[in-house]
């Protein structure tokens, strides 16, 4: 990563260490069964978490005062940082030298919703005091900064559904630029409810039959889905110096707007070519360098044909494969990039490049040469992950094997 | 309602909203130091005991309780 460009040239800053990761999702709780998962068979619906229990994580009275996107957003943290100091039981870190960024699109929807029912019909008097340390869209990664009792940086990007790489990428920033040691990046989201469902179902964003399609030439719409991603974030040398296993390297990101439309992208795509070739140029590589493409891929006709487009333009013919997890995971909002950061880096260790589960027909508009039927095994190298949010917000993150 | 029924009521609601085990809610137990409850879990026992109980608890009357025995004079007071 650069922390800038001087007369000189890009100023490269401190190498990043991915070492720790965890994941709450539909597929699986954890990256063993999150792994099985994506390479397992998609369902149909909505793609809620199943059999999590906050109490496995957090502290009854704890529980009660956070919502649902913060209990994802602490479980996901504590497992990747009990993962990194899984070597030494310790990541030997200064407080002052540690910072969480997990972002969300909404936040506490489900305790919102519900202080809205209890003011219709109870009254000003029966809400509750908690609502809004529990609806706020910070109050995951306040959650896991109290937690961890890491007093650096505890910060949140809100850029919907672009919001889970722009954490990771803000808290691998502040690792590359040496103000933290180690971070916690990722994102959160619990806001599948009747309510979202009618709303991006008026939006016509949705899948007619609850089906995730991505690139498939009769996709229709995204799924809703939801849960939480982590990475613990790390300078190499720290790393290095305690031990710790090194799953891979954030080496690039980047971020753009469109500048276009609240919800459509740009049809030429500017923002999103933009955003993969800064993000490229970030890691000091070219688009050649690049062995797999994680797509933002949620499965509606536009979005996809957009990114294919940009695809084309960045990466011409052939391209990379190219790789959508929303075909198991539907759309997580604002954890989707987190999620899917967490699947790059599995995918470096197994060297597999999971399927697109749900695609089967190709679409004559889409020249990707996207994954699918089964895992492709790859020589891991680099990746690229795309998110692209409401707003026109674009964010990239390039994971690479570490050398 | 019995003063055993009225302290079984108002140990309930101190257990659901403070989420602390039944046998530390006694008379003698203080909010802060031995039930952990902080100012906004008081103003949500509050409620909570407003709810149960169908009495009214205006703010200037929280002036002074501390204990778990002082909160249940103010509930019986008011029954």
Known sequence: MHLGITESGPVKGRRVAI??????SCCGIGVGAFWEGLLGEQQQGERQVRDFNPLDWLGPKEARRLDKFAHYAIAASQMAFD????SSGTLDVAPEKAGVVISTGFGGLETFLEQVRIFNEKG???????????LMANAATASVSMRLGWTGPSENVVTACAAGTHGIAAAARMVASGRLDIAIGGGSEASIAPL????????TALSDDGMSRPFDKRRSGFVLGEGAGALVLEDLDHAHSRGAHVYAEISGAASTADAYHVTQPAPDAR???SCMELAIADAGLTASDIGQINAHGTSTPLNDLAESVAIHQVFGSPSPPVTSTKGITGHALGA?????AVAIVLSIEKSLIPPTAGYEIEDSEIALDVVYGAARPWNPGHAISNSFGFGGHNGCLVISATS | ?????????LSQCAVDVLQVPPDKVVKEARFSDDLDADSLDLVELVMALEEAFGISVDESELDGIETVGEAYDLVKSKL
């Open chain 1, 83 to 86: 993962d990194a100091a899984s």
């Open chain 1, 196 to 203: 979202t469902i009618a709303a991006f179902g008026n939006m």
């Open chain 2, 1 to 9: 309602m019995s003063d055993d029924a009225i302290f079984e009521k």
């Open chain 1, 124 to 134: 000003a008097k029966r809400v509750s005091p908690f609502m809004i340390p529990m």
């Open chain 1, 336 to 340: 989707a990039g987190a999620i899917e």
């Open chain 1, 19 to 24: 070492t720790g990761l965890g994941v709450v």
């Open chain 1, 271 to 273: 923002g999103a070519i």
